[in-house]
Structure formats: C-alpha cells, structure tokens
T-cell receptor
C-alpha cells in the first residue's frame, strides 16, 4: 500500500492556459474524490467517481473543469482556460466500500496550482 | 444544508497543556464524524472517527465523542506536545442509499504548541 499519489505537486501557469493533474489512488479502492482547498479554508468537494463512473459533481465544478477515471484506476482533473481564482490546492482521496476501514478516505499530498 | 463549524484559530498552547478544539455540525440524519490533521507540508491524515451517537474516537492521545444532543464532536487531548502543531479539520459524511460518501469540512483550526 503506497498511499494516494498526485502529480505534479506544484504547477505554475499563466492565465488562460490549460492544466491537467493526475491522481493514483490506493490500489483496489473503488471510490475516488477530488477536493479543492484554498488558503485558510477546509477542503471543498468537487467530484466523485465510483469505479469509472462519475456520479456527482459539485456546483463548484464549472464547465472549464473536467475529470475522468477511464479504467477505474487513476484519475485526471483538467482545468481549461485557467483563471487566477483557480489558484488552490487540489486534493485527491480514495476509499473502499468493503473490509475494515471501509469508507475512510485517504488523501494524497495535493497539487498546488498557482495561476499568474 | 449540511455544514461543520469549528472554533476560530489559531490556538496557542504551552507544551503539556490541555487541548480542546470545538466542532459543531448541522446535518440531516445521523452522519459519521471525523477529525483530520494536516501537518506542515503534508497531506490530510485521518486522526479519528465516530460513526454513531455516543461513540468515542481516539488516536495518539486525542479523543472526541459524538454528541447527538448537542450536535458536537469536540477534539481533546490531555497533554499536547510541540509535534502536535498542525491544522485540525472536523468533517462529516452523511448517510443514505444515494450517498456518495463526500466529506464536508470545517474551516480548520491551527494549533501551535510552544516548548
């Protein structure tokens, strides 16, 4: 069990550019979540996958945001035409629905996005 | 709607002092409650949890009791150490057949412990 990993850890981009983040969940975790955390605030839910199906999206997820989990393993979060307000830490978490520790979410280290 | 409210920080304590971080929630039904900790430069780690009323979660000397009557889940530790300096987040997860399991977090409370 290597934990949840995210790549890159830091991303600096110019306004208007597209960015893509990757999350590798704990193996065999069927649930995957994306959250966004701004400075001094708690994480806010963005979207949720069960296996490869995206089952919920927050109102925070504008049309510029898209997430995928094509084979039910890793996930990507893409932001198109970035804006300065997109600057935040993007967190990924995973959980399983079976066994001990079911439904406990394990978080990755996050990707810090800075939009100039 | 569902929400979590934590006491404002930062909280500054001397080593070996008693810690309480207040957390209250608003939720439909009977949520599961969590405390997560974020050490400087690290990701969120689950500290403890409780899934039903009167349950007590505990870990690393920290405790929190699920109080349905006061809708609270206050975090306590009898004797803090410098290494406990971190940001603490209270969170809830609602139940239900359509539940996605998403967490709703409070704004976080920064704890600074001085030697």
């Amino acid at each position: 069990d290597t934990g949840v990993s995210q790549d890159p850890r830091h991303k600096i981009t110019k306004r208007g550019q597209n960015v893509t983040f990757r999350c590798d969940p704990i193996s065999e975790h069927n649930r995957l979540y994306w959250y966004r955390q701004t400075l001094g605030q708690g994480p806010e839910f963005l979207t949720y996958f069960q296996n490869e199906a995206q089952l919920e999206k927050s109102r925070l997820l504008s049309d510029r945001f898209s997430a995928e989990r094509p084979k039910g393993s890793f996930s990507t979060l893409e932001i198109q035409r970035t804006e300065q307000g997109d600057s935040a830490m993007y967190l990924c978490a995973s959980s399983t629905t079976s066994g001990s520790g079911a439904d406990t979410q394990y978080f990755g280290p996050g990707t810090r996005l800075t939009v100039l | 709607g569902n929400s979590v409210t934590q006491m404002e920080g930062p909280v500054t304590l001397s080593e070996e002092a008693f810690l309480t971080i207040n957390c209250t929630y608003t939720a439909t039904g009977y949520p599961s409650l969590f405390w997560y900790v974020q050490y400087p430069g690290e990701g969120l780690q689950l500290l403890l949890k409780a899934t039903k009323a009167d349950d007590k979660g505990s870990n690393k000397g920290f405790e929190a009791t699920y109080r349905k009557e006061t809708t609270s889940f206050h975090l306590e530790k009898g004797s803090v150490q410098v290494s406990d300096s971190a940001v603490y987040f209270c969170a809830l997860r609602t139940r239900g057949s359509s539940n996605t399991g998403k967490l709703i977090f409070g704004q976080g409370t920064t704890l600074q412990v001085k030697p």
